[in-house]
């Protein structure tokens, strides 16, 4: 390096050093305090009931003490085996078990295919079918009890049990 750049910048770092020190550092007159407390959110539970509508029910087919419901079955197709149901339980073709649109989970309905009056008691753990004119949807082993899955769909009655 040149001579003259060294003398420069030496003479800049002993011109910084001297300005520092002259300055005196400012002390801030007021403080400033933050509040460190998070204010906190407190979520009540809320209790949730759904209003589950009244079916119509023709009063030709209705029983004093139960609702019967004329309508078609289908069943639930392989690739639901092992999933969640709409009331958390894991679907199992092998249970008896079925869906409806409106009715509580855990109720028991007798499902009777018209043809051949055969008939089988499930219960409602999941929300279906989605198709228009069906009023249930039955596991494979529920749908096998009362006629053939080739059929893929049953006219039958629906008797609401408890």
Do not use: W
């Amino acid at each position: 390096m040149n001579g003259s750049v060294i003398r420069n910048l030496s003479l800049s770092s002993v011109m910084l050093i001297v300005v520092s020190g002259c300055v005196s550092p400012e002390v801030a007159k007021e403080t400033v305090t933050a509040d460190t407390q998070r204010p906190v959110l407190i979520i009540k539970p809320v209790e949730y009931k759904k209003e589950v509508k009244p079916i119509s029910v023709p009063t030709s087919t209705a029983t004093s003490k139960s609702k019967v419901i004329d309508g078609k079955a289908s069943y639930y197709a392989n690739m639901f085996q092992g999933r969640k149901t709409a009331n958390g339980q894991i679907f199992d073709q092998g249970k008896l078990t079925a869906a409806h649109r409106t009715l509580p989970f855990g109720t028991k309905v007798k499902v009777t295919n018209i043809n051949n009056h055969k008939s089988v008691i499930v219960t409602i753990n999941d929300r279906g079918p989605f198709i228009r004119g069906r009023i249930i949807d039955l596991s494979s082993s529920a749908f096998k009890a009362i006629g053939n899955p080739r059929t893929g769909v049953l006219n039958v009655t629906m008797e609401i049990l408890k």
